[in-house]
Protein backbone atom coordinates (compact mmCIF):
# COMPACT_ATOMS: atom_id res chain seq x y z
CA UNK A 1 0.00 0.00 0.00
CA UNK A 2 1.22 3.44 -0.79
CA UNK A 3 2.20 6.24 1.63
CA UNK A 4 1.18 9.30 -0.69
CA UNK A 5 -2.29 10.96 -0.36
CA UNK A 6 -5.18 10.69 -2.31
CA UNK A 7 -6.26 14.07 -3.18
CA UNK A 8 -10.02 14.96 -3.78
CA UNK A 9 -10.22 15.28 -7.57
CA UNK A 10 -9.00 11.44 -7.37
CA UNK A 11 -12.12 10.20 -5.99
CA UNK A 12 -14.26 11.40 -8.52
CA UNK A 13 -15.74 8.68 -10.78
CA UNK A 14 -15.66 11.52 -13.52
CA UNK A 15 -11.69 12.31 -13.12
CA UNK A 16 -11.37 8.01 -13.93
CA UNK A 17 -13.90 8.01 -16.52
CA UNK A 18 -12.23 11.35 -18.54
CA UNK A 19 -8.47 9.88 -17.73
CA UNK A 20 -9.48 6.66 -18.63
CA UNK A 21 -10.86 8.54 -22.14
CA UNK A 22 -8.02 10.46 -22.27
CA UNK A 23 -5.71 7.56 -23.12
CA UNK A 24 -8.53 5.34 -25.42
CA UNK A 25 -8.19 9.01 -27.08
CA UNK A 26 -4.20 9.33 -27.25
CA UNK A 27 -4.52 6.07 -29.32
CA UNK A 28 -6.81 6.73 -31.50
CA UNK A 29 -5.16 10.02 -32.32
CA UNK A 30 -1.84 8.55 -33.40
CA UNK A 31 -3.54 6.84 -36.50
CA UNK A 32 -4.60 10.40 -37.84
CA UNK A 33 -2.50 11.51 -41.49
CA UNK A 34 1.15 12.82 -40.30
CA UNK A 35 0.30 16.33 -41.42
CA UNK A 36 -2.57 16.48 -38.56
CA UNK A 37 -0.01 15.52 -35.87
CA UNK A 38 0.52 19.62 -34.61
CA UNK A 39 -2.73 20.72 -35.77
CA UNK A 40 -5.65 18.70 -35.03
CA UNK A 41 -4.28 15.78 -32.91
CA UNK A 42 -2.59 18.76 -30.71
CA UNK A 43 -6.16 20.28 -30.09
CA UNK A 44 -7.79 17.17 -29.40
CA UNK A 45 -4.84 15.80 -26.97
CA UNK A 46 -4.51 19.49 -25.32
CA UNK A 47 -8.71 19.72 -24.90
CA UNK A 48 -9.02 16.15 -23.63
CA UNK A 49 -6.45 16.69 -21.02
CA UNK A 50 -7.69 19.85 -19.75
CA UNK A 51 -10.56 17.91 -18.74
CA UNK A 52 -8.59 16.08 -16.15
CA UNK A 53 -5.90 18.95 -15.42
CA UNK A 54 -9.67 21.26 -14.52
CA UNK A 55 -11.25 18.62 -12.37
CA UNK A 56 -7.43 18.81 -10.35
CA UNK A 57 -7.28 22.52 -10.31
CA UNK A 58 -11.05 23.18 -9.44
CA UNK A 59 -10.52 20.64 -6.74
CA UNK A 60 -8.36 23.24 -4.76
CA UNK A 61 -10.25 25.66 -5.02
CA UNK A 62 -12.05 27.25 -1.27
CA UNK A 63 -15.26 27.48 -2.62
CA UNK A 64 -18.11 25.57 -4.49
CA UNK A 65 -18.44 28.60 -6.80
CA UNK A 66 -14.68 28.54 -7.63
CA UNK A 67 -14.75 24.56 -8.37
CA UNK A 68 -17.68 24.98 -10.46
CA UNK A 69 -16.13 27.40 -12.56
CA UNK A 70 -13.41 24.47 -13.55
CA UNK A 71 -16.11 22.42 -13.71
CA UNK A 72 -17.91 24.38 -16.34
CA UNK A 73 -14.38 24.51 -18.07
CA UNK A 74 -13.86 20.52 -18.39
CA UNK A 75 -17.32 20.78 -19.50
CA UNK A 76 -16.38 23.33 -22.30
CA UNK A 77 -13.08 20.92 -23.11
CA UNK A 78 -15.58 17.77 -23.63
CA UNK A 79 -17.61 20.14 -26.08
CA UNK A 80 -14.20 20.85 -28.21
CA UNK A 81 -13.05 17.76 -28.36
CA UNK A 82 -16.44 17.07 -30.03
CA UNK A 83 -16.15 19.55 -32.15
CA UNK A 84 -12.85 17.84 -33.49
CA UNK A 85 -14.03 14.10 -33.58
CA UNK A 86 -16.93 15.66 -35.78
CA UNK A 87 -14.12 17.21 -37.96
CA UNK A 88 -12.46 14.34 -37.94
CA UNK A 89 -15.23 12.09 -39.30
CA UNK A 90 -15.91 14.38 -41.62
CA UNK A 91 -12.27 14.20 -43.09
CA UNK A 92 -12.67 10.66 -42.60
CA UNK A 93 -9.69 10.24 -40.12
CA UNK A 94 -12.29 8.57 -38.11
CA UNK A 95 -14.58 5.90 -38.65
CA UNK A 96 -18.54 6.30 -37.79
CA UNK A 97 -18.62 3.21 -35.29
CA UNK A 98 -15.40 4.91 -33.10
CA UNK A 99 -16.68 8.31 -33.52
CA UNK A 100 -20.38 7.24 -32.28
CA UNK A 101 -18.44 4.87 -29.27
CA UNK A 102 -16.33 7.97 -28.38
CA UNK A 103 -19.85 10.16 -28.47
CA UNK A 104 -21.29 8.17 -25.66
CA UNK A 105 -18.04 8.15 -23.57
CA UNK A 106 -18.31 12.39 -24.03
CA UNK A 107 -22.13 11.98 -23.35
CA UNK A 108 -21.43 10.08 -19.71
CA UNK A 109 -18.97 12.59 -18.66
CA UNK A 110 -20.95 15.68 -19.33
CA UNK A 111 -24.07 13.82 -17.51
CA UNK A 112 -21.33 13.43 -14.08
CA UNK A 113 -19.84 16.64 -14.54
CA UNK A 114 -23.14 18.37 -14.80
CA UNK A 115 -24.22 16.54 -11.47
CA UNK A 116 -20.79 18.09 -9.96
CA UNK A 117 -22.10 21.71 -11.27
CA UNK A 118 -24.48 21.36 -9.53
CA UNK A 119 -23.81 20.02 -6.02
CA UNK A 120 -20.52 22.46 -6.31
CA UNK A 121 -22.98 25.34 -6.63
CA UNK A 122 -25.49 24.38 -4.30
CA UNK A 123 -22.48 23.16 -1.53
CA UNK A 124 -22.69 24.87 2.39
CA UNK A 125 -19.89 22.83 3.65
CA UNK A 126 -16.92 24.52 1.39
CA UNK A 127 -14.46 26.42 3.46
CA UNK A 128 -15.24 29.71 1.87
CA UNK A 129 -18.84 29.32 3.35
CA UNK A 130 -18.56 28.15 6.49
CA UNK A 131 -15.92 30.92 7.37
CA UNK A 132 -18.89 33.56 6.25
CA UNK A 133 -21.60 31.76 8.37
CA UNK A 134 -18.81 32.12 11.72
Known sequence: M???RIYSFEK????????DLCVKIYGIVVNFPKEEQYDLVRQIKRAMSGVTANLAEGSGRAS???QARFT?????S????????????KLRYLDPNTHTQLRLSFD?????LNALYKYQ???EQTLKKRVKKG
Open 72 to 76: NMAYA
Open 12 to 19: LEVYHEAL
Open 108 to 112: KIINQ
Open 121 to 123: INN
Open 78 to 89: VLEVINHFNLAV
Open 64 to 66: GDD
Open 2 to 4: SDY
